[in-house]
């Protein structure tokens, strides 16, 4: 008789429940690194901005080609805070728009996530806020969201999703 070595079945673990727990029913989660300024002598600067909905429309055209009617999905968008940021808060401003206040005389990071609900899908956005004594503004040399000191990730990106 030939010798044959053992033969073992291949064992496959399947954790799909994962992602829809990870995900919480949202379709997908993405990150964004957002610039932040904390200057100590005047109110936080425009930088402190955040704009979820138009955020999520724009990495939803970019990256995943799907088209967003803007007159209905945007108007109907609605937006709501899942988690607040750690070491500051997050300031309603307008319709669904927000200003991050780091809390007085921080620097570093913080975080808050988002739930956008845009054109039938639900998208977590996950901010990750880079606190700064001040924001240097972007150039040909220099882009303060392509350091990967301040943005390790860039600037925006997939967590994950839902298939």
Same mark, same amino acid.
């Given at each position: 008789?030939?010798?044959?070595?053992?033969?073992?079945?291949? !064992?496959?673990? +399947?954790?799909?429940?994962?992602?829809? =727990?990870?995900? $919480?029913?949202? /379709?997908?989660?993405?990150?964004?690194?957002?610039?932040?300024?904390?200057?100590?002598?005047?109110?936080?600067?425009?930088?402190?901005?955040?704009?979820?909905?138009?955020?999520?429309?724009?990495?939803?055209?970019?990256?995943?080609?799907?088209?967003?009617?803007?007159?209905?999905?945007?108007?109907?968008?609605?937006?709501? !805070?899942?988690? +607040?940021?750690?070491?500051?808060?997050? =300031?309603?401003? $307008?319709?669904? /728009?927000?200003?991050?206040?780091?809390?007085?005389?921080?620097?570093?990071?913080?975080?808050?996530?988002?739930?956008?609900?845009?054109?039938?899908?639900?998208?977590?956005?996950?901010?990750?806020?880079?606190?700064?004594?001040?924001?240097?503004?972007?150039?040909?040399?220099?882009?303060?969201?392509?350091?990967?000191?301040?943005?390790?990730?860039?600037?925006?990106?997939?967590?994950?999703?839902?298939?």
């Amino acid at each position: 008789m030939p010798t044959i070595p053992p033969q073992y079945t291949p !064992v496959v673990i +399947a954790t799909s429940a994962q992602v829809e =727990k990870e995900n $919480g029913g949202a /379709d997908r989660i993405i990150g964004i690194c957002h610039l932040a300024e904390n200057p100590a002598d005047r109110p936080p600067s425009i930088v402190n901005f955040i704009e979820p909905i138009s955020q999520v429309w724009a990495y939803l055209q970019k990256y995943e080609g799907r088209t967003i009617d803007i007159k209905v999905d945007l108007e109907t968008a609605k937006v709501s !805070v899942l988690q +607040a940021p750690e070491h500051g808060t997050l =300031k309603g401003e $307008g319709n669904k /728009d927000y200003r991050y206040v780091p809390l007085s005389d921080y620097t570093g990071t913080d975080r808050a996530t988002l739930l956008v609900e845009i054109g039938g899908l639900k998208v977590k956005v996950v901010y990750f806020f880079r606190v700064l004594n001040h924001v240097v503004p972007g150039s040909e040399e220099y882009d303060p969201y392509e350091d990967k000191e301040n943005c390790p990730n860039g600037y925006q990106w997939r967590m994950s999703s839902r298939s």
